[in-house]
């Protein structure tokens, strides 16, 4: 079995060769957040996903928990098709940024990066071009590195522009829980407009035509 260690260098070694930030640099990101952010933690009442949400949460953050708010929330009703839980993050992303299912390995470091984008421990570069987008974007994703350099472009483009929103799908949860994916690739974009793209972005200029297109 990988030791944590082991697992760790191996995310920083795969985030590096994509010229994405690695694990210790997404570390210090979030142990730089100016201002605490809330993420609200939602999943049907009783569900069995709290607890081990909760969990997953503290891992994540254990760099500075004390910047990082869950606020749980339960449901009566749910989404059909979509995977629990859902995790709503706060901050300056004002919960444009959302994902059901798990955030685990380097699905997991890219939802930490939008938690320090959130809290302003990250300031990726603003493209004037991505200021005047808009609309809701929905994008099928499994823990992989394509897909984290999805969210990672995707995140340039929230924070130029405020009324552009992400939803994220992790796919490998929808298979645990027992939910039929609606997919053959990923990352597989679902554009405000409702046009379907596989793409995997290697800049913002590529992850700007989700929300043109």
Same mark, same amino acid.
């Given at each position: 079995?990988?030791s944590? #260690?082991?697992k $760790?260098?191996?995310?920083?070694?795969?985030?590096?060769?994509?010229?994405l =930030?690695s694990? *210790?640099?997404?570390? %210090?990101?979030?142990?730089?957040?100016?201002?605490?952010?809330?993420i609200?933690?939602?999943?049907?009442?009783?569900?069995?996903?709290?607890?081990?949400?909760?969990g997953?949460a503290?891992?994540?953050?254990?760099?500075?928990?004390?910047?990082v708010?869950?606020?749980?929330?339960s449901?009566?009703t749910?989404?059909?098709?979509y995977?629990?839980?859902?995790w709503?993050?706060g901050?300056?992303?004002?919960?444009?940024?959302k994902?059901?299912?798990?955030?685990?390995?380097?699905?997991? #470091?890219?939802f $930490?990066?939008?938690?320090?984008?959130?809290?302003?421990?990250?300031?990726? =570069?603003?493209? *004037?071009k991505?200021? %005047?987008?808009?609309?809701?974007?929905?994008?099928?994703?499994?823990?992989?590195l394509p897909?984290?350099?999805?969210?990672?472009?995707?995140l340039?483009?929230?924070?130029?522009?405020?009324?552009?929103e992400?939803?994220v799908?992790?796919?490998?949860s929808?298979?645990s829980?027992g939910?039929?994916?609606?997919v053959k690739?990923v990352?597989?974009?679902i554009t405000?407009?409702?046009?379907?793209?596989?793409?995997?972005?290697?800049?913002?200029?590529?992850?700007?035509?989700?929300?043109?297109?």
């Amino acid at each position: 079995m990988i030791s944590e #260690q082991m697992k $760790r260098a191996l995310m920083t070694a795969l985030l590096r060769s994509a010229g994405l =930030p690695s694990v *210790d640099e997404i570390d %210090n990101m979030i142990k730089n957040i100016k201002s605490s952010v809330e993420i609200i933690l939602s999943a049907r009442e009783d569900s069995s996903h709290t607890n081990e949400a909760i969990g997953l949460a503290e891992e994540l953050f254990k760099v500075a928990r004390e910047k990082v708010n869950i606020t749980l929330t339960s449901e009566k009703t749910w989404p059909k098709g979509y995977p629990e839980p859902l995790w709503s993050i706060g901050g300056r992303l004002g919960h444009r940024f959302k994902l059901y299912g798990y955030p685990t390995d380097l699905l997991g #470091q890219a939802f $930490r990066l939008a938690v320090a984008v959130a809290g302003k421990g990250w300031n990726p =570069p603003i493209d *004037d071009k991505c200021c %005047n987008v808009k609309g809701k974007a929905l994008l099928y994703a499994v823990p992989g590195l394509p897909c984290t350099r999805a969210i990672y472009y995707s995140l340039h483009v929230l924070v130029a522009a405020p009324e552009a929103e992400l939803t994220v799908i992790n796919i490998e949860s929808m298979a645990s829980q027992g939910l039929e994916t609606p997919v053959k690739n990923v990352p597989t974009f679902i554009t405000p407009r409702g046009k379907s793209i596989v793409l995997t972005p290697r800049s913002v200029k590529d992850v700007l035509r989700i929300w043109t297109s």
